[in-house]
């Protein structure tokens, strides 16, 4: 399997490692299919991700996907955060064979979980709200982890 140049450096020194002890929201995901696991915690201010961290479980396109995606939120809204997607996050890495793109797609689906787990906190917004807000839905293996 061929990997960029920024998979290999975002793998081998992945950015914003750690765990935010005040996270203002945290989200986990998972893939059960390759075992993949990612954590990531938002930090927000004046709706603003003021900082990000991950922890991560899983292979080395997870870890490079995670890394990548941070520094694609920090510093940016939450709408922005939102509007990110995974095509962006492949393309940020210069690539993903088609067997890890999952690995994008989980990284996708955690911010839109730490947000979603930001918005619960800050209870202004019902479940429903905050599920179609952060394009919630449940993981399906079959569209990516084959």
């Known amino acids: 399997m061929e990997y ?13 490692v750690g765990k935010i002890e005040d996270a ?9 299919v390759c075992g993949d696991i990612m954590k990531m915690f938002i930090k927000v ?26 520094e694609m939120i920090k510093g940016k809204t939450i709408e922005e955060a939102l509007a990110l997607k995974n095509t962006e996050v492949v393309n940020q890495l ?3 064979p088609p067997v890890k793109l999952h690995c994008s797609v989980l990284a ?6 730490a947000v979603a787990d930001y918005y619960r906190k800050e209870g ?3 479940e429903e709200e ?17």
């Open 4 to 16: 960029s140049e920024t998979v290999v450096d975002h793998y081998t020194n992945p950015r914003n």
């Open 45 to 70: 201010e004046n709706n603003v991700i003021t900082d990000v961290k991950f922890k991560t479980f899983g292979c080395g396109a997870a870890i490079a996907s995670s890394s990548i995606s941070t």
């Open 130 to 146: 905050i599920r179609e807000k952060c394009s919630l839905k449940e993981h399906n293996c079959e569209n990516c982890c084959k």
């Open 94 to 96: 210069g690539g993903l």
């Open 124 to 126: 202004k917004m019902t």
């Open 108 to 113: 996708e689906e955690a911010i839109h979980e």
């Open 24 to 32: 203002s929201g945290v989200g986990q995901v998972g893939n059960p």
